[in-house]
């Protein structure tokens, strides 16, 4: 088996910022209470001529871009989103029509909530081993604020749009990328309805019950990942989390005694943007040089499903 290593990042987020204060004058909420009980300040919604599709392109051109490889070397897209354009075309397939990605390869979407880009990044470890080309596109995108029940004071505050991405290469002298990931089938805790259901295709959540779940799988999924590469917290050179909610990221920290300079959080300023939060993370710390040619970066994702993972990758 070849591993897999990242080569380069990107991101793109809507234009439009809608603070704490914007949400108050909509639901019966302020900016106390949000950012003690979440660490949200503001997060980015959608505006005119804006969609998922938009931003995953973007978000693409840049990884490619950071990554120096051309669409015609891209060996598979996957893009990790739980609201797509259309469901047909996925898209990952009109994201291949905008890139110019070859014609020879698979291009699909993945629905695992905020744990998407995670199970998507192994998955295209897994396509890569069996592809002529060496390099991946892995995308994380959600446009959450179409999803939002705007009556729910409790839901409607967390979410916001983005898209990051991540050009992958996979080479025959780089060792697996070691992961752990699982599920819980559920249908109570977190749920956006379908167009099997007669219900209102919006979020809706029981939130106390997901942060005692993600309380218990961040712990979980780090001491996994850890254990399965025999590496220890010092081996690691940053942490990237799901942002859902600062307080399970300072819970995590604080149990594994991870040094501040080895965590980081964007929650503050995009909200939860579930299956792109990662990548966008992971974007920002490129961008600001925090991670590079040879960091460890341990991954973290929880969410929907229920399902979680992590995964120890570096960056080429
Ligand atoms: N503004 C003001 N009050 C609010 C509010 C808001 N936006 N949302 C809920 N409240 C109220 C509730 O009505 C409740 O009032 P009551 O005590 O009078 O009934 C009180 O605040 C406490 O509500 P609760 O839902 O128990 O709050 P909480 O401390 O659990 O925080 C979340 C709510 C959503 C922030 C928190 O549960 C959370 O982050 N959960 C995990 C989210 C997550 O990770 N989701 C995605 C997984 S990817």
């Known amino acids: 088996m070849k591993g897999i290593k990242i080569r380069g990042t990107?991101?793109?987020?809507?234009?439009?910022?809608?603070?704490?204060?914007?949400?108050?004058?909509?639901?019966?909420?302020?900016?106390?209470?949000?950012?003690?009980?979440?660490?949200?300040?503001?997060?980015?919604h959608c505006g005119e001529g804006e969609n998922l599709t938009s931003l995953s392109v973007q978000?693409?051109?840049?990884?490619?871009?950071?990554?120096?490889?051309?669409?015609?070397?891209?060996?598979?897209?996957?893009?990790?989103?739980?609201?797509?354009?259309?469901?047909?075309?996925?898209?990952?397939?009109?994201?291949?029509?905008?890139?110019?990605?070859?014609?020879d390869?698979?291009?699909?979407?993945?629905?695992a909530a905020c744990t998407g880009?995670?199970?998507?990044?192994?998955?295209?470890?897994?396509?890569?081993?069996?592809?002529?080309?060496?390099?991946?596109?892995?995308?994380?995108?959600?446009?959450?604020?179409?999803?939002i029940n705007w009556e729910d004071r409790g839901t409607c505050i967390l979410f916001g749009d983005g898209a990051g991405a991540a050009v992958v290469e996979c080479r025959e002298d780089w060792g697996t990328v070691p992961a752990v990931m699982g599920c819980?089938?559920?249908?109570k805790l977190l749920r956006v309805p379908?167009?099997?259901?007669?219900?209102?295709c919006l979020i809706s959540m029981e939130?106390?019950?997901?942060?005692?779940?993600?309380?218990?799988?961040?712990?979980?999924?780090?001491?996994?990942?850890?254990?399965?590469?025999?590496?220890?917290?010092?081996?690691?050179?940053?942490?990237v989390f799901h942002q859902a909610n600062a307080r399970i990221i300072d819970?995590?920290?604080?149990?594994?005694?991870?040094?501040?300079?080895?965590?980081?959080?964007?929650?503050q300023d995009y909200g939860n943007t579930s299956a792109a939060s990662i990548p966008l993370v992971l974007s920002e710390l490129q961008e600001q040089k925090k991670v590079g040619s040879g960091s460890r970066v341990l991954l973290v994702g929880f969410g929907g499903g229920l399902t979680w993972g992590g995964t120890l990758i570096e960056f080429a």
């Open 10 to 44: 990107g991101r793109s987020v809507p234009v439009k910022t809608v603070t704490n204060q914007d949400m108050a004058a909509i639901v019966d909420t302020s900016d106390e209470w949000i950012s003690s009980r979440t660490g949200i300040q503001r997060r980015r």
């Open 59 to 103: 978000a693409a051109r840049q990884a490619l871009e950071s990554a120096g490889v051309r669409p015609e070397e891209i060996g598979a897209c996957i893009v990790a989103t739980l609201s797509a354009d259309t469901l047909v075309p996925s898209a990952a397939c009109l994201v291949q029509r905008e890139l110019g990605l070859p014609e």
């Open 105 to 111: 390869i698979p291009c699909f979407d993945l629905a």
């Open 117 to 147: 880009f995670l199970f998507a990044l192994h998955t295209m470890e897994c396509l890569l081993n069996a592809s002529p080309r060496k390099y991946g596109l892995v995308i994380g995108a959600e446009y959450l604020s179409r999803l």
């Open 184 to 187: 819980h089938g559920d249908d």
């Open 194 to 200: 379908g167009p099997g259901t007669s219900e209102p």
């Open 207 to 239: 939130g106390t019950q997901v942060f005692k779940f993600a309380v218990e799988a961040v712990p979980w999924c780090i001491r996994q990942v850890l254990e399965t590469s025999g590496k220890t917290v010092e081996d690691v050179d940053f942490f």
């Open 251 to 267: 819970l995590a920290v604080r149990k594994y005694r991870i040094p501040q300079e080895k965590y980081y959080k964007n929650i």
